[in-house]
Nanobody, 125 residues
Framework: QVQLVESGGGLVQAGGSLRLSCAAS????????MGWFRQAPGKEREFVAAINWSGGSTVYADSVKGRFTISRDGAKNTVYLQMNSLKPEETAVYYC??????????????????WGQGTQVTVSS
């Protein structure tokens, strides 16, 4: 079983930046794909970004391309989400997730079987 713990959320002004971290423990981190999702108040959870086992392949939602960057550090068992030029509508709880059955990145939420508790990101206008 994989345990995921997110950190790095907080309050930021529109146009600002935040870096989220997700520390993984349990099964071998370097073998599986990781993803970030978010859920705004009153909305369904949506895909943000994903990264394959090696970090060499990434997938992004169209809404964040060019502004967000997902990366991973195998030595630290951690995946990151660098978020730049944040917008108020991106206020949400951000979740880290692991697809422990596959090594390649995907935007399919159903594939992810392990989830963190989420971290709140609030972007003020």
């Amino acid at each position: 079983q994989v345990q995921l713990v997110e950190s790095g959320g907080g309050l930021v002004q529109a146009g600002g930046s935040l870096r989220l971290s997700c520390a993984a423990s349990g099964r071998t981190f370097s073998r599986y794909a990781m993803g970030w999702f978010r859920q705004a108040p009153g909305k369904e959870r949506e895909f943000v970004a994903a990264i394959n086992w090696s970090g060499g392949s990434t997938v992004y939602a169209d809404s964040v391309k060019g502004r967000f960057t997902i990366s991973r550090d195998g030595a630290k068992n951690t995946v990151y989400l660098q978020m730049n030029s944040l917008k108020p509508e991106e206020t949400a709880v951000y979740y880290c997730a692991a697809d422990t059955s596959r090594s390649y990145a995907s935007d399919d939420e159903q594939r992810y079987d392990c989830w963190g508790q989420g971290t709140q990101v609030t972007v003020s206008s």
